[in-house]
């Protein structure tokens, strides 16, 4: 439920910025805070059961606040954001906010939001590691994940920075940073990092392994590409095979990208312009001469839609556009101008056909 601007959470009339903001899927998080702790009165109990009831995420939300309490139980006098903030660290995150949502479209994925949910996500990761393999063998990981049109932001303890993509998983050690920098990604993100020459930044992907050597950089490398991409904004990077050790790296530098697919052990190279690569962080997509094919899987990464090619032929029209990534209806009017293609929607399922 909306305000009549259409672009903000719901909130009751008359209540303060800070009880609209953070919030969940429309909820106020200070509801939900009264509501986990027992202090809501009847009507607002009961305005939260059926808000969680409508959908299955919003219940697992409820619950993870739940366990969040029961894990780390506050003082009932306490202020609500201080109390809050000792939540976290009960939790062995920063006390700081660590990852936030930025909207890529008209959804009540708030700020602090994503900060509960990316620790609920950790500690739990970190107990299911620790219970499974002795400690001492192998660190507890966390585990930060976006879901379709999410994205987040990270701010590690070495001081260096990553925003998450849509559709992402980052991991890394819950001891990151003490003896090395190694981050494990399942999808997209661009890292600005802090350089430490004798703590080498590494990034893994199922396909390559990127090292920084003092710059800012995006990498790609969602699971059904079979590939990763690197693109440099500022500094240098190297870029090597993930099982290919015996290959040499090589080195991308400020507007290269470099690519690493499965069956190709030496990176391809080439001079881009690398704003269409950053502009996902703004809240637009652009494509340049792309398959439709990958488009239409970007498309998926994005939206709660299921995009399909009605004929395989159609896969690799090459596409060359720009639209903002809130309307999903906007995107389907830019596709189908550009190209020869209609669009027909039954349900959740959009198909493209020849026009």
């Given amino acids: 439920m909306r305000d009549k601007s259409g672009d903000r959470p719901w909130a009751p009339r008359g209540a303060k910025a800070n009880d609209r903001f953070p919030g969940y899927d429309g909820m106020p998080l200070a509801v939900l805070r009264r509501y986990v702790r027992g202090e809501s009165d009847t009507t607002e109990q009961r305005r939260v059961d059926d808000w969680a009831a409508s959908r299955p995420e919003r219940r697992r939300y409820l619950d993870a606040l739940r366990r969040l309490r029961a894990r780390?139980?506050?003082?009932?006098?306490?202020?609500?954001?201080?109390?809050?903030?000792?939540l976290a660290r009960h939790l062995e995150m920063p006390a700081h906010p660590t990852?936030?949502?930025?909207?890529?479209?008209?959804?009540a994925f708030l700020a602090a939001a994503l900060v509960v949910a990316a620790v609920v996500g950790a500690a739990w990761y970190s107990r299911t590691a620790t219970?499974?393999?002795?400690?001492?063998?192998?660190?507890?990981?966390?585990?930060?994940?976006?879901?379709?049109?999410?994205?987040?932001?990270?701010?590690?303890?070495?001081?260096?920075?990553?925003?998450?993509?849509?559709?992402?998983?980052?991991?890394?050690?819950?001891?990151?940073?003490?003896?090395?920098?190694?981050?494990?990604?399942?999808?997209?993100?661009?890292?600005?990092?802090?350089?430490?020459?004798?703590?080498?930044?590494?990034?893994?992907?199922?396909?390559?392994v990127t090292q920084d050597i003092g710059t800012r950089f995006i990498v790609t490398a969602y699971p059904e590409s079979h590939s990763t991409t690197v693109v440099v904004t500022?500094?240098?990077?190297?870029?090597?095979?993930?099982?290919?050790?015996?290959?040499?790296?090589?080195?991308?530098?400020?507007?290269?990208?470099?690519?690493?697919?499965?069956?190709?052990?030496?990176?391809?190279?080439?001079?881009?312009?690398?704003?269409g690569y950053t502009a996902w962080?703004?809240?637009?997509?652009?494509?340049?001469?792309?398959p439709l094919v990958d488009v239409v899987a970007e498309l998926r990464r994005w939206y709660d839609v299921d995009v399909r090619i009605e004929n395989p032929a159609l896969a690799h029209l090459p596409l060359s556009a720009s639209f903002t990534a809130e309307s999903f209806d906007q995107a389907m009017r830019v596709i189908t101008t550009v190209l020869p293609l209609r669009a027909v929607r039954r349900g959740n399922v959009v198909t493209l056909y020849h026009r």
């Fill in 72 to 86: 780390a139980p506050m003082d009932a006098g306490a202020r609500t954001d201080e109390a809050w903030l000792r």
């Fill in 99 to 107: 990852s936030f949502v930025r909207p890529a479209y008209r959804r």
């Fill in 131 to 208: 219970t499974r393999t002795p400690p001492a063998a192998v660190p507890a990981m966390r585990l930060i994940a976006t879901t379709k049109g999410q994205r987040a932001e990270i701010r590690l303890s070495d001081g260096s920075s990553v925003v998450l993509g849509v559709d992402s998983r980052l991991r890394f050690s819950a001891d990151f940073g003490g003896r090395a920098r190694d981050l494990y990604l399942d999808g997209s993100a661009y890292f600005n990092v802090v350089h430490d020459s004798t703590r080498p930044f590494r990034i893994h992907t199922a396909t390559a």
């Fill in 234 to 275: 500022a500094g240098q990077v190297s870029l090597r095979a993930a099982h290919a050790a015996a290959v040499p790296a090589v080195d991308l530098t400020s507007g290269d990208l470099g690519r690493v697919t499965a069956n190709v052990l030496v990176p391809q190279v080439r001079v881009v312009d690398t704003t």
């Fill in 281 to 290: 962080m703004q809240g637009r997509l652009v494509f340049r001469d792309t």
